[in-house]
């Protein structure tokens, strides 16, 4: 196990207790993966509720939002043979995928980066809000891109997963931008910076037959159209990434290059985190990666929980050489831990020139 990382002594710092439903009738049952922003002098995270209603005994409930945005609660008997809970996050029947929670974002706030609370002089919930959002939005990415800030997020409907995108200046107006990356789509994280004066993004298509969970760059002229795709992380046999591999937060500038923190997951589901090293002039060009996890699942609240052995970042904040991040634990709970960039830095493998 490395040694890069110091947890927060106040771990977790939020938990379903945390956080008030966002109406009657709904159970919060996991509150994860933030997305983290300074503003105002103040540390900021934009996290995922999940919610569903009280489950009763023998039956599976969960909400599925309808057109007018109100919530159809859906439910199966847990003994019907067509109905498949093998994973806590999804419900499967007669061979169709819904989620077993409705997802929303939350807007909260601190003044140390350890207590956060819902701020009352703002908006802080943001909904799903048409068809292609109907199972909920998730895992919020934040770049500040000069004075704006830019949302990319997971939309999750029936047509597929894909990558939605939202700007603020202020954070009390939200405009929502549309899907920007069609399904199967997700782990969008924006360079906070152009690079030769384009805009680049990290994203994760599935392939389906043919190539996997790999984490792709895409540059774009306005952030909103992308294009000139190139892959750049494939999953590796046999590692702790064997799975999928998902970018995390915006990467950070270092010396050395771009330097993103992202997640993979080997075929036990268990997701740990290590790290990508791109060239400056060109983040399609990886210079190196992490052989072994930076941060794995070790702690009771990140090995049990609503989906157990799971460590997954999309936000971090960076002060010199070092990044404080947050970080969603088991499914359920937030935490915080921090890093040396260069003890990162430091521990990647470096890279033949091409290898995936
Ligand atoms: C997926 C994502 C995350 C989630 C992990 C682990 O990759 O959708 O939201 O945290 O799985 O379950």
Redesign the pocket.
């Given at each position: 196990m490395s040694n890069l990382s110091q947890r927060f002594s106040q771990n977790p710092i939020l938990t379903t207790s945390d956080i008030v439903p966002s109406q009657k009738g709904l159970v919060v049952e996991c509150v994860?993966?933030p997305g983290v922003f300074a503003h105002e002098g103040k540390t900021w995270l934009i996290v995922?509720v999940a919610e569903r209603p009280e489950q009763q005994e023998g039956v599976t409930s969960f909400p599925v939002m309808r057109t007018d945005g109100s919530l159809e609660i859906m439910s199966f008997q847990n003994d019907d043979p067509e109905l498949d809970l093998s994973d806590s996050?999804y419900v499967k029947y007669k061979g169709v995928t819904y989620l077993s929670t409705i997802s929303h974002l939350r807007l909260l706030c601190s003044e140390d980066g350890t207590h956060f609370f819902e701020p009352s002089d703002r908006p802080t919930k943001i909904f799903g809000q048409d068809s292609q959002e109907s199972f909920g939005i998730?895992?919020c990415r934040v770049s500040k891109i000069g004075e704006t800030y830019y949302l990319t997020y997971?939309q999750v409907s029936e047509s597929g997963?894909g990558v939605g995108l939202m700007t603020t200046r202020d954070w009390r107006t939200i405009h929502r931008q549309g899907m920007i990356i069609p399904p199967h789509n997700?782990?969008c994280a924006l360079f906070e910076e152009p690079v030769n004066g384009k805009y680049y993004c990290f994203h994760r298509p599935s392939g389906i037959d043919l190539g996997g969970n790999f984490i792709w760059v895409a540059s774009s002229p306005d952030l909103l159209h992308w294009g000139n795709h190139r892959c750049i992380a494939h999953t590796r046999e046999d590692m702790w990434d064997s799975a999928?591999v998902?970018a995390g937060a915006a990467p950070i500038k270092t010396h050395a290059g771009w330097l993103e923190i992202y997640?993979g997951?080997n075929a036990d589901?268990r997701?740990c985190l290590g790290a990508l090293l791109l060239d400056r002039d060109d983040p399609t060009k990886v210079l190196a990666r992490s052989e072994k996890p930076i941060f794995e699942p070790t702690l009771d609240y990140e090995k049990d929980g609503f989906?157990g052995n799971?460590v997954?970042t999309?936000g971090h904040l960076v002060d010199g050489d070092t990044v404080t991040m947050y970080y969603?634990a088991s499914?359920e709970v937030i935490c915080g831990a921090t890093f040396s960039i260069d003890a990162i830095l430091n521990s990647l493998n470096v890279y033949s020139k091409g290898a995936l």
């Amino acid at each position: 196990m490395s040694n890069l990382s110091q947890r927060f002594s106040q771990n977790p710092i939020l938990t379903t207790s945390d956080i008030v439903p966002s109406q009657k009738g709904l159970v919060v049952e996991c509150v994860l993966n933030p997305g983290v922003f300074a503003h105002e002098g103040k540390t900021w995270l934009i996290v995922r509720v999940a919610e569903r209603p009280e489950q009763q005994e023998g039956v599976t409930s969960f909400p599925v939002m309808r057109t007018d945005g109100s919530l159809e609660i859906m439910s199966f008997q847990n003994d019907d043979p067509e109905l498949d809970l093998s994973d806590s996050r999804y419900v499967k029947y007669k061979g169709v995928t819904y989620l077993s929670t409705i997802s929303h974002l939350r807007l909260l706030c601190s003044e140390d980066g350890t207590h956060f609370f819902e701020p009352s002089d703002r908006p802080t919930k943001i909904f799903g809000q048409d068809s292609q959002e109907s199972f909920g939005i998730e895992d919020c990415r934040v770049s500040k891109i000069g004075e704006t800030y830019y949302l990319t997020y997971t939309q999750v409907s029936e047509s597929g997963v894909g990558v939605g995108l939202m700007t603020t200046r202020d954070w009390r107006t939200i405009h929502r931008q549309g899907m920007i990356i069609p399904p199967h789509n997700k782990d969008c994280a924006l360079f906070e910076e152009p690079v030769n004066g384009k805009y680049y993004c990290f994203h994760r298509p599935s392939g389906i037959d043919l190539g996997g969970n790999f984490i792709w760059v895409a540059s774009s002229p306005d952030l909103l159209h992308w294009g000139n795709h190139r892959c750049i992380a494939h999953t590796r046999e046999d590692m702790w990434d064997s799975a999928r591999v998902g970018a995390g937060a915006a990467p950070i500038k270092t010396h050395a290059g771009w330097l993103e923190i992202y997640h993979g997951a080997n075929a036990d589901n268990r997701y740990c985190l290590g790290a990508l090293l791109l060239d400056r002039d060109d983040p399609t060009k990886v210079l190196a990666r992490s052989e072994k996890p930076i941060f794995e699942p070790t702690l009771d609240y990140e090995k049990d929980g609503f989906f157990g052995n799971v460590v997954f970042t999309n936000g971090h904040l960076v002060d010199g050489d070092t990044v404080t991040m947050y970080y969603g634990a088991s499914d359920e709970v937030i935490c915080g831990a921090t890093f040396s960039i260069d003890a990162i830095l430091n521990s990647l493998n470096v890279y033949s020139k091409g290898a995936l």
